[in-house]
């Protein structure tokens, strides 16, 4: 009897099998920009120009295939190239798009100030809200419904499979930021999603030290305009950055269930902190989106935001008194991080209706020890000026 690959298999084996010329166990780093050919028109197994194809960013693109379920994958410089190159090849001038009322500062501003010069349209939705959504879909004009679930910086949930519907009904396309959940907890185009996009920097990559993006999709057609302007616009990594993002791959199921259970003990203090007045966790059990997150996710993830009483001025004292916690934005690493969403990763949205509360802190909990990262945020705490 055979059966499919477990999820950690896929992640180390996916993509990857031993060099044919040396049995290395790891792939190479391919570090070139152009190939032999064996003959005028005939690049040896395809490989002509670096920009185009090259062996260490294919084994990535093959292995985070596999850990969405997906037939294609295409590999960017950065989370944000992968963006940008999505909606290009999915949208028009004059298109309309539906984004959520709560997402991340960069995506809002590549639709709104770049994108929009363009001639792209865009409505911010609550993901959470399917009914908002479908109202916001303009018959004939939207062609993209792009959501985070969980969202940054709220950790609100989208139901994926009555997204899904939704737009399709209307002639969507349903694009899935996973960057938060991972394949690890959450494969959304199982459930319907047309396309997925990552910021591999982020949990997969997972060690800070690399910056990357990534496009999954089975659809066909899609894969053929993805990889036509990936080629055309060439944001792509380079050989030692793909490198960088397949070797952190290998540790995301490990990696992931630590973030996950650091969060949960960081969760628990902080619900019953007094300075603390609002904590948004997917895997607590008073969150709005609790329930559809247990039908659609394997936990709750390795993000956590919180609300502080004392305004602006407690919140950013909590980031500033943190000591293990490090100060400074992006997430997914080993160690832990902090954040004041709205003077860092989410200022660009101040103003819009996507502005961020000014007393809400970040959490990237790392996989340090829980007690040490607990007994951190307790002092930034415990030592606020009162309320």
Known sequence: MTTEPGFETLAIHAGQEPDQATGAVVPPIYQVS???????????????YARTINPTRTALERCLAALEGAEH???????MAASDTVLRALCSAGDHVVIPDDAYGGTFRLVDRVLGRWGLEHTPVAVSDVDALRAAIRPGRTRVVWVETPTNPMLRICDLEATARAAHDAGCRLVVDN??????LQQPLGLGADVVVHSTTKYLGGHSD???????????GIAAALGFHQNSMGAIPGPFDAWLVLRGVRTLAVRM???????EAVVALLAAHPRVTAVFYPGLAT???HEIAGRQMRRGGGMVTFRVDGGRGAAVEVCDRARLFTLGESLGGVESLI????????????????EVPHDLVRLSVGIESADDLCADLDQALGSLSPG
């Open 34 to 48: 152009t190939y032999l050919q064996d003959a005028v028109g005939k690049p040896r197994g395809g490989h002509d």
């Open 73 to 79: 994958g295409f590999a960017f410089a950065s989370g």
């Open 179 to 184: 960057t938060f959940a991972t394949p690890y």
């Open 210 to 220: 690399v910056v990357g993006g990534a496009a999954l999709t089975s659809d066909p």
């Open 257 to 263: 269930e630590r973030h996950c259970d650091n969060a």
């Open 287 to 289: 969150h709005p989106g």
């Open 339 to 354: 954040e004041h969403p709205k003077e860092m990763t989410h200022q660009s949205v101040d103003g819009s209706a996507l």
